[in-house]
């Protein structure tokens, strides 16, 4: 194909697509550990010790609640300063090294 | 009848079918009907592609089946259902850029168009358009009956009126608005779903006196609801977790999910589609299924769980109000729904006809049958769920680990192992779809965990294998796909 004048090059999008590919594993790593660690680390105490936060059983609030918001911010920094903003199509100024 | 209730229903399906009459005057104009049909052009924009993604994939069961068993099993099942929020951001980081590009590269409309060009065998794409109609379609029967139901208990008609209202107001807009119709309609329902589930849990939270007194009825009625295990402890933490697979990461393999990562404009509109995904998903899936659990404090002993969230509605807030709140499952079902039906008939048409049946078909036949399929398919579902088979939140699972575990492998190991091949896509196809129907028939709950995690793990370990073994063959060929796709 034309666009690999750059023999043994490649397409120089696909190295900044695949880390981005990693770092959503390492987000969703993180958030399962979160989720998990919070949900069944305060979650497997006896019923009447639990403690409450705005209501919920703490463990629900850090996991689920708390979890999720951190997610969020996660997500937007992520996206913010680590992705970038790549054109799509081939045949456009899409491959220049 | 409730016509406090019925009007703001039928506002929704009338602006519904106006949708799919403005999208088909754009279609009259277009100048590749398949591409435009089944794919929207790609043009979609941040907002719509989240809220597409979202409404396609919060059905029946996050809307109606969930908070049923949230009901009978507490905070367990929220917790459980909170892993869903991972789909948010995981499809599109995951299958994100470099799935986009190389479909463009490909010019692929359809998950398994980017599947023939990846691994050029007829029989990848034969077996994967089989699984597809055969997994989706016992989703959408799902589906169908859902949203059947739900008007059935809104109305009162009977189921089989319901199902007759509910299937004509569906085929009409995709039949005639294809995918943009799909979207646009999707961007709506997905608004609908996020004010629906904000109302309904204020509703029930105010209803039920606050958020602490709701936790010690539940703490009185049964201690076990406010824990992370479940009503009667059932919920251990290696079965949750195996949800995560299914409901979470899995969903990457799931082709109405996957067709959307190759329909957004720019990346930009993919980064927009990242945040806005997460943050909808996560909320409509914590609102949803916490209402279902508070339900039990205001609504206790509830025969069928699965009516929570309609009696929940007509119990905590006026009439008309409730009527919009009911829309909010009703868009969630209707927008699975066109979506599933979308993807049945574009791998009949486009993957099966057009490639190997009559692949110089002119433009206007093309057309015909498009919309004939789309419709006969859509008819051939009204009968299936005429006669429904009782769980209704199995059905839909179902349908996804099978799918899961066709497909998860030969897209993303397609997309970043240069090694796979389509013998080792051949052979993760077959090998999760047999070991996930004969683990879920003979053998569910497997070590514990949910029946999806097996076939996932087996078809991983047949894709490498079969791909190892089939690496001398066609060599020529393989080396040609690197070449021009995956450098």
């Known amino acids: 194909m034309h666009e690999n004048f750059n023999k043994g090059k490649g397409d120089w999008r696909y190295p900044i697509a695949h880390k981005e590919a990693w770092i959503g594993i390492a987000l969703v790593m993180f958030h399962f550990a979160w989720w998990y660690g919070f949900a069944y680390g305060f979650g497997s105490k006896p019923v009447e010790s639990y403690t409450y936060i705005l209501g919920f059983p703490a463990w629900f609030f850090y996991s689920c609640i708390l979890g999720f918001i951190i997610i969020i911010i996660l997500v937007i920094l992520v996206v913010r300063f680590l992705f970038k903003d790549l054109p799509l199509e081939s045949d456009e100024e899409g491959d220049r090294p | ?487």
Do not use: C
């Not at chain 2, 897209?411 to 051949?426: D, F, R, S």
């Open chain 2, 1 to 487: 009848m409730n016509f406090q209730v019925i009007i703001p229903l039928l506002i929704f399906l009338i602006i519904i079918f106006l949708i799919g009459v403005f999208a088909s005057k754009k279609l009259a104009n277009s100048s590749s009907f398949v591409q435009d049909y089944f794919l929207g052009g790609r043009e979609l924009g941040g907002l719509l592609l989240a809220m597409t993604m979202v409404a396609t994939y919060g059905s029946a069961s996050s809307f109606i089946g969930g908070p049923g068993i949230a009901y009978q099993t507490g905070l367990g099942w929220v917790l459980l259902a909170m892993i869903q929020v991972v789909t948010g951001y995981f499809v599109l980081t995951i299958l994100g850029k470099k799935f986009a590009i190389m479909a463009r590269k490909m010019k692929a409309i359809t998950l398994i168009d980017f599947l023939k060009e990846r691994y050029q065998s007829k029989w990848v794409v034969l077996l994967s358009a089989s699984s597809i109609i055969l997994f989706l379609f016992s989703a959408m029967a799902a589906q169908w009956i859902g949203g059947a139901r739900l008007i059935e208990s809104i109305t009162g008609l009977s189921y089989t009126s319901a199902l007759f209202i509910f299937a004509a107001s569906v085929l009409v807009y995709v039949i005639i608005g294809g995918f943009r119709a799909v979207a646009i309609t999707d961007g709506m329902q997905g608004i609908i779903m996020v004010v629906g589930t904000v109302v309904i849990l204020a509703g029930t939270i105010i209803a039920g006196g606050g958020i602490p007194a709701i936790m010690s009825d539940l703490m009185a009625e049964n201690p076990n609801l406010i824990t992370p295990f479940g009503a009667d402890g059932s919920l251990t933490p290696l079965y949750v977790s195996s949800f995560w697979i299914l409901v979470g990461v899995g969903v990457v393999g799931l082709p109405q999910v996957a067709v959307r990562a190759m329909s957004y404009k720019n990346s930009k509109a993919m980064h927009a589609a990242l945040i806005i995904g997460t943050i909808v998903v996560g909320f409509i899936m914590l609102g949803m299924h916490l209402a279902g659990v508070f339900g039990r404090a205001v609504l206790p002993g509830l025969d069928t769980p699965d009516t929570v969230m309609p009696l929940l509605a007509l119990h905590v807030l006026p009439g008309w109000l409730a009527g919009i709140v009911l829309a909010a499952p009703m868009a969630a079902i209707m927008s699975t729904v066109d979506s599933l039906l979308l993807i049945v008939s574009s791998s009949i048409v486009k993957d099966v006809y057009l490639n190997y049946i009559r692949p110089d078909a002119p433009e206007k036949n093309i057309k015909r049958i498009s919309i004939g399929v789309t419709a006969v398919v859509g008819v051939l579902v009204f009968f299936m769920a005429i006669d429904p088979p009782a769980f209704l939140i199995t059905l839909n699972l179902f349908a996804f680990g099978g799918l899961e575990a066709a497909f998860i492998w030969p897209v993303v190991l397609g997309l970043y192992w240069k090694g796979g091949n389509a013998m080792g896509a051949l052979a993760s196809i077959f090998v999760g779809v047999l070991t996930y129907i004969g683990i879920t028939v003979y053998y569910p709950d497997a070590f514990g965990m949910h029946s999806v995690v097996m076939p996932v793990m087996l078809s991983l370990l047949s894709y490498v294998l079969g791909s190892i073994v089939g690496r001398n063959r066609k060599r020529q060929e393989h080396q040609e796909i690197i070449n021009k796709y995956l450098l």
